[in-house]
């Protein structure tokens, strides 16, 4: 007999589930997710999860029978199951329904809470539901059709000044019958309102008015499910509270082209600062087989240039069933502060670390070298400047290449691809204005871009988007395809880029 975990994934923003909620996605032999989360939750999976989304109450009645047996088969069958809902499952979720057919069946469960939307997009939106000022009670209510028919249970009589702060779900197709029943039952027309559509996420929209211009204000800005309703005095709070839509980047679309091993950090930095990331990496890191790693004794100097370079080559050590006691003492350089942290975390401090990561640069900067004889492992297509450079001041150098960038083949190229973010959707997008900016980290991460789009000149699929790059080397590559580079880093980092994206005016 398996289990099923019944968990909250949160509104929207993946970084709301719950820690407890991630460690069963870990373990999870198989996940039965709603339609409208967010897929990135996904990613917490082990590789053999079967993931299934469940079906679209839009159009299958039987929706909710479905899923009862979904999960009662998986788990008889001995599987941990998870049943990933959004917000919270005991919340307008269905969640107790799922709940009492697993108990009907024997099957054990748990209910893992998730934050729900009348809480987050209400935060999010900067509407506290209650404050001590202005609300100490808040309710949270149905906006289905159901809720207000003649049978409905809900006593709107009662409700409409009974509690401070109304939150209502599923409510935006009924707003006019909904502020109908408010005011018929005395909540007063001036009475301050605000509708938050998908809250927590860089598409947040929040359209404000009162009980007696709500109606037209949704209207006018076209605003459309899914979306929570707030009624209170705490709606006056957001011009003090504004948080989120304030940031520097929100709403801004961004397309992050880098290995995807490689995105995480730099995609958190653009979240952080409000940017929808859409990960459509172009390049994957590919380490080389049956590289063979000489005796290290023998060189004067490794010089590593990147993180990947760092890791894959430590790997082929261990491979050899060797580890850093093999450097002795041989001098490391090490090229960035992110490769300077790879090294540290397998407990080698670099003995040298350039200003600059331009491979004349490194080669000038570094100690005398005449004679010297020194090991280079890196990517199998990097320039040949660092090398040459040092030759030229009498180095002897080995080249090594370790792992190769490949590009990524195709939408279906092992889930490269983010959150349902293929290439036609992408190519559609960039020729129609809707992606922001375009961010390249390597000239690969250029040319393989292109080449996924072959139909268009450069120019032209690029023509209403920014483009920034991280280096005077990806400028240069950008520039031979005759594309307009907006934003360049100070240095080679993703914080640099980070910054330099926001000192530029999207």
Known sequence: MGIVYIIGAGPGDRKLITLKGVEC????????????????????CPPHTEKIQAPDPRVRATRQTELNQLLVEHAKAGKVVVRLKGGDPYIFGRGGEEAMALTEAGIPFEIVPGITSAIAASAYAGIPVTHRNYASSVAFVTGHSAALGPDSNINWEQLA??????VIYMGVAHLRQIVERLVTHGRHPATPVSLVRVGTTPQQRVVQGTLEDIVSKVAAAQLESPAVIVVGEVNRLRQHLRWFDTKSLFGKRILVTRARAQASEFADLLEANGAEVIQFPTIKIQPIENVDVPPLDTYDWVIFTSINAVEIFYERLRENGKDVRTFGGTKICAVGPKTVEALNAIGIQPDFVPTHSRGGAIAAEIEDIGGKKILLPRAKIATTDLPNGLRERGAHVEDVPVYDTVKVASDSDK?????GFLRDEIETDLLNGRIDLVTF??????????????AHAPAVLLADVKVAVIGPTTQKTAMEYGIQVDVIAKAASVESLVEAILAFTL
Not at 25 to 44: G, P, T
Not at 161 to 166: M, N, P
């Open 415 to 419: 889930g490269v691809f983010d959150r």
């Open 25 to 44: 996605l870990q373990r999870a032999d198989v996940v039965i997710y709603d339609l409208l989360l967010n897929d990135a939750l996904l990613e917490h």
């Open 441 to 454: 980290t390597s000239s690969s991460t250029v040319t393989n871009f292109l080449e996924m789009f072959p």
């Open 161 to 166: 000044t009974a509690v401070d702060t109304l």
